[in-house]
């Protein structure tokens, strides 16, 4: 059975400590893992897809790496709008979502 | 609009009442999909459509819910006979085509009482 997992469920980092959020995948075929952001109230919003190990995306303080068993979302100095929920996706001919992390940032 | 656009925002029911979520996807956007998230957990796959075609109704829980998507743009999500658990978030997205870069809307709190 296909299966996302994404550790730690909760993270509280003091602004400017740098951290990584882990999501591990056991699927079938995978076709694309993909990294959203969600507030609450709100839908996930896009944030990076990635195809093959060794892939890298970046946006601002946000880094998305790929292995053939997990990814990583690496935080770098964040800032308190980081907080959100970070949710992972794999692709398997359906979009499987793991639980997510939930980060707080802190001044 | 600029974004995926979902009514009524909440919805309060009673058990055992029927009720339908509307969603508005981007203009243009071939995919349409529903995803049901429970408190403090991840969104859950209901269905997909291509257009108006259902692809994948794999994740409906039971033959109480149905979609529906009959001129390819707007889409309703109709639930028979509400139960407590049927309580959740429900999350619509669209996409250009397929599961590239879903879009969501900000979804439809039901509460079943």
């Known amino acids: 059975e296909d299966q996302v997992t994404q550790s730690p469920e909760a993270l509280r980092l003091q602004e400017g400590e740098s951290s990584s959020l882990n999501c591990s995948y056991t699927?079938?075929?995978?076709?694309?893992l993909f990294w959203y952001r969600q507030d609450p109230g709100k839908g996930p919003e896009f944030l990076f897809t990635?195809?093959?190990a060794g892939e890298e995306k970046e946006k601002e303080r946000l880094k998305a790496t790929l292995t053939k068993k997990e990814s990583f979302l690496h935080i770098t100095a964040p800032k308190p709008e980081d907080s959100a929920t970070y949710l992972c996706?794999?692709?398997?001919?359906?979009?499987?979502f793991g639980t997510g992390t939930r980060l707080q940032v802190f001044p | 609009g600029a974004g995926v656009s979902q009514s009524p925002r909440y919805k309060v029911a009673k058990r055992g009442q029927d009720v339908a979520l509307r969603c508005d996807p981007i203009?243009?956007?071939?995919?349409l999909f529903w995803y049901q998230q429970a408190l403090g957990q991840g969104p859950e796959f209901l269905t997909y459509?291509?257009?108006?075609?259902?692809?994948?109704k794999s994740g409906l829980p039971s033959d109480r819910f149905f979609a529906e998507r009959p001129e390819g743009s707007v889409s309703t999500l109709k639930i028979q006979r509400t139960q407590q658990e049927d309580s959740a978030v429900y999350l619509c997205?669209?996409?250009?085509?397929?599961?590239?870069?879903?879009?969501f809307g900000s979804g439809t709190q039901l509460s079943v009482l």
């Open positions: 996706a794999v692709n398997t001919d359906k979009l499987i």
């Open positions: 203009s243009g956007h071939v995919s």
């Open positions: 997205a669209s996409s250009y085509r397929g599961f590239e870069k879903l879009l």
């Open positions: 459509f291509q257009n108006e075609a259902q692809l994948d």
């Open positions: 990635l195809y093959s």
């Open positions: 699927v079938s075929g995978l076709r694309g």
